[in-house]
C-alpha cells in the first residue's frame, strides 16, 4: 500500500481534493492543525500602541460557523478515509474551535483517546485586560475506530519524562528565536508555527519507524521535520505554494544520521512476545528444584517446582503471587526473583533467561 503512497513530499492544492487522491486505510497517523477561525473583530494594539499582527490570511476565514462546522466535517471525514483502521489522529485548536472540532471529531465515530493541553511558557498577554492570558491550546488524540490496537508508546513517553508516567498537560513555549522560519524581509513565513518540542512528542508517542504520518495543513512542515528525524514517512498538504516550498527546503535541511533504526523505536514490554515461567524448564534453562532469591541481595528464598510454580515456606504459587506475598504487594516476578548459575557465582535476575527465549522466538 506505501508503494502508492507519494511519500516524503509536500502536496500542493486543497486538502480536501489531494486526501481523495490518497488510498483509503494508508495512513498510519494523521497530524491536523486545521484553521482555527480566529479573525481579530477590529484593530489590536499592546500598550506602546503597536499593532499586534494576527491571522489575517484568507485561509482563516469563513462566512460563520455553520461554514466552518462544514469545512470541519469534510476534512476529517477524508482523514478517516486514509487512516488505517488501527490509525490514530491529532488535531490541535484553540477555544476558538476546538470544542467545535470535538463534537464533530465524536460524530464522525472516532474515539477520544486523551485531550492534551499545552501549556505556553510565553504567552501572548492579554494587552486589553479584559480576559485572563489565554495561556495554552488543546490537542485532542482520538483513534479512527474503538477497540482497535493502535500505537502508544508508553514505556517511550516514561523515558522522556525521567522515569514518570507522562501526564495530558504538556509546558512548551511558543515557536521562537531560531527555529522560526523567517523570509528575506525578518517576518515569520508562517503566522502558526508549531514548535518541534511539541510535534516531536505527538509522533514520538503516536508511531514507529517507518510508519506514515500525514498532515493536511502542512504550513512551515514541522511535522515533516519531526517525522524525519525520528525515522518516519511523511505526507504532507499544503494549499499556499510559498509556505510549501519553505517546509520543504526545511525538511530538505534536516540531518539524517546513518544509525541503526532500532534506536528509534521505543522498548514497549506489553508488545513482547508472552514467556511462560515454565519454559525456562522446558528449555533447561532452571531445572526443578533450583533455589531462586528474591532480589539481588535478599534473603528470603523459593524452590522451583517442576510445573513451573515456586514452593516458599510450604505454599506454592506462580513467580508473581510468591512475590506478592513476600512484599506484600503486587509484583512482577520476572523483575524481583534471580537465580545463581554457580555455587559461587553472582546471582543474575530469571528476566534475563526470558529474554533469551524471546531472542529465539524473534
Known amino acids: 500500500m506505501s508503494a502508492q503512497l507519494p511519500l516524503d513530499q509536500v502536496l500542493v492544492g486543497d486538502c480536501l481534493a489531494r486526501l481523495a487522491e490518497l488510498p483509503e486505510n494508508s495512513v498510519d497517523l494523521v497530524f491536523a492543525d486545521p484553521p482555527y477561525n480566529l479573525q481579530l473583530q477590529g484593530e489590536l494594539r499592546r500598550p506602546n500602541n503597536t499593532k499586534v499582527n494576527g491571522v489575517e490570511e484568507d485561509w482563516d476565514k469563513f462566512d460563520d460557523y455553520a461554514d466552518y462546522d462544514a469545512f470541519t466535517h469534510k476534512w476529517l471525514l477524508a482523514c478517516r478515509r486514509v487512516l488505517k483502521p488501527t490509525g490514530t489522529l491529532w488535531t490541535i485548536g484553540s477555544y476558538h474551535n476546538i470544542h467545535r472540532v470535538g463534537t464533530i471529531l465524536q460524530d464522525l465515530g ?12 510565553n504567552p501572548t498577554p492579554n494587552f486589553r485586560g479584559v480576559r485572563f492570558t489565554n495561556a495554552h491550546e488543546t490537542l485532542l ?15 517511550g513517553m516514561k523515558s522522556l519524562n525521567e522515569g514518570k508516567q507522562m501526564r495530558s498537560d504538556w509546558e512548551f513555549p511558543v515557536c521562537n528565536g531560531h527555529e522560526r522560519l523567517r523570509d528575506a524581509k525578518g517576518n515569520a513565513v508562517h503566522p ?16 514507529e519507524p517507518g510508519d506514515v ?20 514517512h511523511w505526507i504532507g498538504i499544503e494549499q499556499d505554494p510559498a509556505y510549501a516550498e519553505a517546509a520543504q527546503e526545511r525538511i530538505a535541511a534536516v540531518e539524517v544520521r546513518d544509525e541503526d533504526e532500532v534506536l528509534y523505536h521505543s522498548y514497549e514490554p506489553r508488545r513482547l512476545p508472552r514467556v511462560p515461567f515454565g519454559r525456562l524448564l522446558e528449555e533447561g534453562l532452571l531445572d526443578a528444584g533450583q533455589t531462586l532469591y528474591f532480589g539481588e541481595k535478599g534473603q528470603a528464598r523459593a524452590q522451583v517446582l517442576a510445573d ?7 505454599r506454592r504459587g506462580s513467580i508473581h503471587q510468591i512475590a506478592k506475598d513476600i512484599q506484600d504487594g503486587p509484583a512482577n516476578g520476572w523483575l524481583h526473583w ?18 533469551k527465549i524471546r531472542s529465539q522466538m524473534e
Not at 488524540?141 to 514505556?155: I, L
Not at 508555527?193 to 512528542?201: C, D, N, S, T
Not at 534471580?338 to 529474554?355: A, F, V
Open 110 to 121: 472516532y474515539w477520544i483517546l486523551n485531550s492534551v493541553v499545552w501549556i505556553k511558557t
Open 192 to 207: 502558526t508555527q508549531k514548535p518541534e518540542a511539541l510535534l516531536y512528542r505527538v509522533v514520538a508517542s503516536s508511531s
Open 213 to 232: 504520518v500525514l498532515d493536511p495543513f502542512f504550513g512551515s512542515g514541522t511535522t515533516g521535520a519531526v517525522a524525519r528525524r525520528l525515522r518516519r
Open 141 to 155: 488524540w482520538a483513534q479512527k475506530e474503538q477497540g482497535q490496537p493502535y500505537t502508544f508508546n508508553h514505556n
Open 338 to 355: 534471580y537465580y545463581q548459575e554457580s555455587k559461587n557465582g553472582p546471582r543474575r535476575p530469571i528476566d534475563d533467561l526470558r529474554q
Open 308 to 314: 513451573g510454580g515456586l514452593k516458599y515456606n510450604g
